[in-house]
């Protein structure tokens, strides 16, 4: 069983990442991500905390923006108008989830699609259905391609079966592993909690994708031998044992499964560190096509 750490993936990318840096600034220009958290959801904070030091370690410039639980939707739509106007900003990202008065799907329309490094703008998701390279795909689904051709698996007319139907990762990494190029040419599946007889269906894949968002739901019978599986679940469980009381599981049962499998992510030290690395990525890109460089 090979595990696939997602450390030293994101470590090549972000080597990619200097060197582009380099020669925008060299040209002078700097990459901008702006990233919106709205309330005081302790694993957003974290996550908003995470995207603004890699910012800082890489030499972007960086703003996190933080507004209180109760913002109204009219501030909310006022902080992105402003971000889209301001040329030093290439990437905005607000983050989710949301408090619950405030309309998702409204505030990731509002968002200039040419800043929109998450990839979830209706745009972005259409090119990323026409296979147009002009647009951002998701982080997350780009991150777990990213894993596969970095660790030479074969994705070329094999069947994937992704578990979950999220446009941030399910339905995103559909598209991605059913287009044409590197890491990707695959038959593709998609499953759901609502899928009849699920692990007939997960035990089908030579590739299966866990992102249902439910701890240690895919267990051994749903994994056949020989199969690559990639967790992107992260939830918390709580664990009276652990430091602060929780402990990080993927959505994978990793040590029902791990011993029948050609390769597996860990939780956490898998996905969720490519979705950072993807977002710098994004973001550099963002800037590059901004400036015609």
Same mark, same amino acid.
């Given at each position: ?46 996550y ?16 996190k ?5 109760d ?9 992105v ?13 607000v ?17 200039? +699609? ?5 990839g ?16 951002f ?70 590739i ?36 602060r ?20 992510? +860990? ?15 994004n973001?550099i890109?963002?800037?590059r ?5």
């Amino acid at each position: 069983m090979k595990l696939i750490e997602g450390k030293p993936i994101a470590e090549a990318v972000y080597t990619e990442c200097r060197t582009e840096l380099e020669a925008l600034k060299a040209e002078g220009h700097l990459p901008g991500l702006a990233v919106v958290l709205v309330g005081d959801d302790p694993a957003s904070k974290a996550y908003v905390g995470a995207k603004d030091r890699k910012c800082h370690e890489l030499g972007l410039h960086s703003i996190k923006i933080e507004m209180a639980a109760d913002t109204s939707m009219e501030a909310l739509l006022a902080q992105v108008a402003s971000l889209n106007a301001d040329p030093s900003i290439h990437g905005i990202l607000v983050q989710m989830p949301l408090p619950e008065h405030l309309d998702e799907d409204t505030v990731i329309r509002a968002i200039d +699609p040419a800043k929109d490094v998450d990839g979830l703008h209706p745009m972005n998701l259409g090119k990323l259905a026409m296979e147009d390279p002009t647009g951002f795909a998701p982080c997350t689904p780009s991150g777990c391609q990213r894993m596969l051709v970095e660790c030479g698996i074969e994705t070329e007319g094999k069947h994937v079966v992704v578990v979950g139907r999220s446009l941030l990762v399910g339905k995103s990494i559909a598209l991605l592993m059913m287009a044409k190029g590197p890491g990707a040419n695959a038959t593709v599946t998609v499953a759901h909690s609502r899928t009849r007889n699920l692990a007939e269906m997960t035990r089908q894949a030579d590739i299966l994708v866990a992102a249902i968002g439910r701890p240690h739901f895919i267990g051994a019978d749903h994994v056949k031998s020989g199969a690559v599986v990639i967790d992107v679940g992260i939830n918390r469980v709580d664990d009276p044992e652990a430091k602060r009381g929780y402990r990080l599981v993927g959505d994978v049962d990793f040590d029902a499964v791990a011993e029948s499998c050609e390769a597996i992510t +860990p939780v956490p030290g898998g996905v969720g560190v490519m979705t950072i690395a993807m977002l710098m990525r994004n973001t550099i890109r963002a800037c590059r096509m901004a400036v015609g460089a």
